[in-house]
């Protein structure tokens, strides 16, 4: 698996917007995508660090080039202060790393409905 975390900043007043953004992207059914998860910081909720995971790489690279991710980055950075600092890795461990494995291949819809 592979995936981004990154650290954003909403405009005071955005955060709701942010959030429906990410219900959004979930709702988009971007091929690959495995998880998507997005904290507030304690310290300052206008911070958020939002964590997306592909199956692999190469869906990263599919979506991160995609004309569609493209069009929601540019929506999402007009809720932001400033653009997001990203960290792209391999993901190597997640709590349900063997329920992701069991169901690779499948559909996102099909993973949700298990958890």
């Given at each position: 698996m592979y995936g981004t975390i990154s650290?954003?900043?909403?405009?005071?007043?955005?955060?709701?917007?942010?959030?429906?953004?990410?219900h959004d992207f979930e709702a988009a059914h971007v091929p690959g995508t495995v998880a998507v998860s997005c904290s507030r910081?304690?310290?300052?909720?206008q911070e958020y660090y939002v964590t997306v995971?592909?199956?692999s790489r190469e869906a990263y690279r599919?979506?991160?080039?995609?004309?569609?991710?493209d069009k929601r980055y540019r929506q999402m950075l007009s809720l932001l202060e400033?653009?997001?600092?990203?960290?792209d890795g391999e993901v190597i461990y997640t709590l349900n790393q063997a329920l992701f494995s069991a169901m690779k291949g499948?559909?996102?819809?099909?993973?949700?409905?298990?958890?």
């Open positions: 650290r954003m900043r909403a405009k005071p007043g955005m955060e709701g917007q942010l959030i429906q953004h990410l910081m304690d310290a300052d909720p995971i592909f199956e599919a979506n991160a080039e995609s004309a569609e991710q400033s653009e997001p600092e990203w960290h499948s559909t996102v819809q099909s993973e949700r409905s298990l958890l």
